[in-house]
């Protein structure tokens, strides 16, 4: 042992996880795996395209019908779904063509052209009357395609629970609620819309979305929306902000809003690397609109997250809310608890926010009842919990030369979520930084 030097120390210029050459000892073999896994992929792709091997892979336990990685989906014709029968997940995978006439059959369907080429968008609603509705609530869901680890798309089991007689009695709890009209609108290719969901996330589908509102105002005589999106419906939700002065309000649940951050994010997420399941240039980033959201008036922002999100990273979300508040837009970011172990669905906070809008209440009495509700919650979800990020993912990157955080339950049992030179000795970087964390554990 080193005189002056105690159990565990190491000296500030030896090499050490915070150093340069740490930090390129951890990277290498990072490096290293991504480019393999490019290089394997791209043979894959080219056999595939070649040989028409390997075919997609089935999902074990389970008959439902799956996409591979570089399949092609055929589109089917969209079918009218009606009453309690379940949207059919065959047309979510493979995407569906209407035409106008086929369109004035559907209950709720709106003939919408983006670009020459035409969409059916069905919308199901409670509460509207005949001449004139002053404000509207307009919910936009998120996604139901997955993706496993090796690319294989399938739908979500939880689609085939829906039915249009389902959703019209959510948007009747939904109007009573908000004491205002409420309005499911289908995104293409999903909940009877025609079109192709793998292309979501793209300008197209927000065009169409905001002709569909057009059509929607004309019809009923709105004065203005109050939109609610949940995850990819949320980036949606997002975009529109920039494009109409008739929002009056946006609520975002664990939405995607800083789409180049989680592409970037998820590129090496999956053993298939995403740039060969997506083309992510072509998809609409929400940042590139705040500059266009309209000041007077302004819309009511609300952005609500879990912060263990595994499905919408909460980075992405934070940095909408930091943009918005750099551009001068008043905005409420308000934590929340989802479900376990996705911690992702935020859906009935989302439109419990917006029904509390449309009934004029305060912020303050917004996030008090947002706080019931999660309350509600994390009474309910009995099940584990999902892994730390932190655990997944790659530690935050931290400018500071040391770090510790740690998560306390109400016993006393504390859990490491990650460090940074843990045995260097050096003073508090902030006693701000200290009073303000307990500051809010006693609001907590």
């Not at 439109?351 to 305060?362: D, K």
Request: overall charge positive.
């Amino acid at each position: 042992m080193d005189r002056g030097r105690s159990p565990g120390r190491r000296p500030i210029d030896e090499p050490g996880q915070d150093s340069a050459l740490g930090i390129l000892i951890r990277t290498i073999p990072i490096s290293f795996d991504r480019w393999r896994r490019i290089f394997k992929w791209t043979c894959i792709k080219y056999c595939h395209g070649l040989l028409g091997w390997p075919r997609a892979e089935s999902l074990p336990g389970t008959d439902e019908a799956t996409l591979g990685p570089f399949d092609k989906p055929r589109l089917l014709p969209l079918s009218i779904t009606t009453g309690d029968t379940p949207f059919p997940a065959d047309e979510a995978l493979f995407g569906t063509t209407a035409t106008p006439e086929l369109c004035a059959r559907i209950p709720g369907g709106l003939w919408t052209e983006v670009d020459g080429r035409g969409e059916c968008i069905r919308y199901y609603g409670h509460g509207l009357k005949n001449g004139e509705n002053p404000q509207v609530l307009i919910y936009l869901g998120g996604d139901v395609l997955l993706t496993t680890t090796r690319g294989v798309r399938h739908v979500a089991t939880s689609y085939q629970s829906l039915s249009p007689a389902r959703i019209e009695e959510m948007m009747s709890d939904w109007s009573h609620r908000g004491a205002a009209p409420a309005l499911f609108l289908a995104r293409p290719g999903l909940h009877g819309s025609s079109g192709n969901h793998h292309l979501r996330r793209q300008p197209r589908e927000i065009a169409l979305i905001d002709k569909a509102l057009d059509a929607l105002k004309s019809r009923f005589g709105i004065g203005s929306f109050i939109l609610a999106g949940q995850s990819g419906g949320g980036q949606i939700a997002a975009a529109l902000l920039g494009r109409r002065n008739d929002i009056a309000a946006a609520v975002l649940s664990s939405s995607l809003l800083s789409v180049r951050q989680a592409a970037a994010h998820w590129e090496f997420q999956r053993d298939i690397p995403g740039r060969f399941l997506h083309d992510a240039r072509r998809f609409h980033d929400p940042i590139d609109d705040v500059g266009n959201i309209p000041n007077d008036p302004a819309p009511a922002i609300y952005v609500i997250s879990d912060p263990e999100d595994q499905s919408v990273p909460f980075s992405v979300q934070l940095r909408y809310v930091r943009t918005l508040r750099e551009a001068g837009h008043e905005v409420q970011h308000i934590f929340a608890h989802a479900p376990a172990p996705a911690h992702h669905i935020l859906a009935g906070h989302a439109q419990l926010a917006a029904a509390l809008i449309a009934r004029q209440e305060t912020a303050r009495n917004i996030r008090s009842e947002l706080g019931r509700l999660d309350r509600q919650t994390l009474f309910q979800d009995g099940r584990a919990t999902a892994p730390r990020p932190f655990r997944k993912y790659s530690p935050p990157a931290i400018e500071a030369s040391g770090a510790i955080c740690l998560r306390v339950g109400d016993a006393g049992a504390g859990e490491l979520l990650f460090e940074k030179s843990p045995d260097r000795r050096l003073p508090p970087a902030s006693l701000t930084k200290l009073m303000t964390a307990l500051v809010l554990q006693q609001l907590m």
